[in-house]
């Protein structure tokens, strides 16, 4: 059975710090591209960073660059994303994706975490 489990969400202060967690089972964790999501009220989901199998590649959000940090330990079958200096625009429920493309695509989500920043 396939699952992500994300953790680590929370309330925190504008210029605060929080770091989630997404641990995956039934699939072969190092296979597939990691990617963390958010999805703030009446607004569409939008993607925050990614991570290729190997960790030789990230990309991010214009919105998150230099503030969030996306990494994986294969031995743990888990992705971490490091948020730093959160702003109020930075709340939303975060969600945790794994994706694998070839002769057949594959693709799960997590449950998502809240993240709320506010004073």
């Known amino acids: 059975q396939v699952q992500l489990v994300e953790s680590g969400g929370g309330l925190v202060q504008p210029g605060g710090s929080l770091r989630l967690s997404c641990v995956a089972s039934g699939f072969i964790f190092s296979d597939y591209t990691m990617s963390w999501y958010r999805q703030a009220p009446g607004k569409e989901r939008e993607l925050v960073a990614t991570i290729t199998t190997a960790s030789d590649s990230t990309n991010y959000a214009d919105s998150v660059k230099g503030r969030f940090t996306i990494s994986r330990d294969h031995a743990k079958n888990t992705v971490y994303l490091q948020m730093n200096s959160l702003k109020p625009e930075d709340t939303a429920v975060y969600y945790c994706?794994?994706?694998?493309?070839?002769?057949?695509?594959?693709?799960?989500w997590g449950q998502g975490t809240q993240v709320t920043v506010s004073s």
């Open positions: 994706k794994a994706a694998r493309w070839g002769w057949r695509n594959y693709e799960y």
